[in-house]
C-alpha cells in the first residue's frame, strides 16, 4: 500500500504560480509511475501530468503543457507539480496518483484545492 498527501494549494492569482508536493509513505515511489489529475466542480476528473517510474519520461495535458512542470524526488519520495501561469481555468482539486509500473495497482491522494482568482 502507499498512501499519498497532496499539499501546497490554496488561493492564487491568474498569472501566479503555485508549487504541489504529493509525498508517499508506507512503500518507495521508485518503482512507481507518479500523475497529476484535477477534478472541477461539476466535471469528471482529468488528466494533468505524469512521470515515469525513473523521472526520464513525462507528459501533460495540452490545457498545461508549457505552463506546468512535473518532477520527483525519489530520495524524498516526493512528486511535485510546478504551476507557472495560471489560468482561472485551472481551478481545481489536484489529485496525485501513483500506478505500479509492474501491475495495474493505482493509488490516490485525498486531494488539494487551487482556487486561481482572476
Known amino acids: 500500500q502507499v498512501q499519498l498527501v497532496e499539499s501546497g494549494g490554496g488561493l492564487v492569482q491568474a498569472g501566479g504560480s503555485l508549487r504541489l508536493s504529493c509525498a508517499a509513505s508506507?512503500?518507495?515511489?521508485?518503482?512507481?509511475?507518479m500523475g497529476w489529475f484535477r477534478q472541477a466542480p461539476g466535471k469528471e476528473r482529468e488528466f494533468v501530468a505524469t512521470i515515469s517510474w525513473s523521472g526520464s519520461s513525462t507528459d501533460y495535458a495540452d490545457s498545461v503543457k508549457g505552463r506546468f512542470t512535473v518532477s520527483r524526488d525519489n530520495a524524498r519520495n516526493t512528486v511535485f507539480l510546478q504551476m507557472n501561469m495560471v489560468k482561472a481555468e485551472d481551478t481545481a482539486v489536484y489529485y496525485c496518483?501513483?500506478?505500479?509500473?509492474?501491475?495495474?495497482?493505482?493509488?490516490w491522494g485525498q486531494g488539494t484545492q487551487v482556487t486561481v482568482s482572476s
Open positions: 508506507g512503500r518507495t515511489i521508485s518503482n512507481y509511475h
Open positions: 496518483n501513483a500506478r505500479y509500473r509492474f501491475s495495474s495497482a493505482s493509488y
